[in-house]
């Protein structure tokens, strides 16, 4: 079995949605021995944007061999993806949304015909054999009861996003309010990795 471990935040070792990523992968692993992991750092080694070039290329048009190199990564990230049985996501809100370099990588991966297609007008997400776990952390709350749920675009984004490819359920585990203050920063930490022990194995 396959595992794809994915982090996206800026602040390396201070990051709380790096800590639970790694501590989900470490449950993970304790609990089914022969998994198999794959890491990506998408701050250490960030895929380019999408632009016009990538999407002529998408569209028939030849490459440009400046773009071959970016073309080549973005094929690899998607394999990677579609090779997985497993996908552990760390995503810190950042201006209310995701990272830049997540959003970059989701761009590699929804792909017509590979991870998502269309059909009588409507769409048929293909990879819903993939089991998602997505470490959020947020500095205040978000939830439906709250002044700035309609602020919320990080969490509800993913799950969109990866309920159109058809992981319908994606598994979530929070750290919210880390920037209140440092007390109610340990406290969400110590929630989230609580709740990382009671993750089901692959």
């Given amino acids: 079995m396959k595992l794809l471990h994915i982090d996206s935040s800026v602040l390396g070792p201070h990051s709380v949605s790096r800590q639970v990523s790694a501590a989900i992968v470490a449950r993970l692993r304790e609990a089914s021995p022969g998994l198999e992991v794959t890491y990506r750092d998408l701050d250490d080694s960030p895929l380019a944007h999408l632009s016009g070039a990538h999407l002529a290329v998408a569209q028939g048009a030849p490459a440009a061999p400046e773009l071959q190199d970016d073309l080549a990564a973005g094929q690899h990230v998607l394999e990677e993806f579609l090779a997985a049985d497993i996908v552990v996501i760390g995503a810190p809100m950042y201006n209310f949304t995701i990272p830049t370099q997540l959003k970059a990588w989701i761009d590699r991966i929804l792909v017509a015909r590979k991870t998502f297609s269309y059909s009588g007008g409507a769409v048929q997400g293909l990879a819903g054999g993939k089991r998602v776990i997505i470490a959020i952390s947020r500095g205040g709350f978000y939830g439906p009861d709250t002044p700035m749920a309609v602020g919320?675009?990080?969490?509800?984004?993913?799950?969109?996003?990866?309920?159109?490819?058809?992981?319908?359920?994606?598994?979530?585990?929070?750290?919210?309010?880390?920037?209140?203050?440092?007390?109610?920063?340990?406290?969400?930490?110590?929630?989230?990795l609580a709740a990382v022990t009671t993750l089901q194995a692959a």
Avoid at 172 to 179: E, F, L, P, T
């Fill in 152 to 192: 919320e675009h990080l969490e509800s984004y993913l799950r969109f996003v990866f309920g159109f490819i058809g992981i319908t359920a994606p598994e979530i585990i929070a750290a919210d309010g880390i920037k209140f203050s440092p007390e109610h920063r340990e406290k969400a930490i110590a929630s989230a």
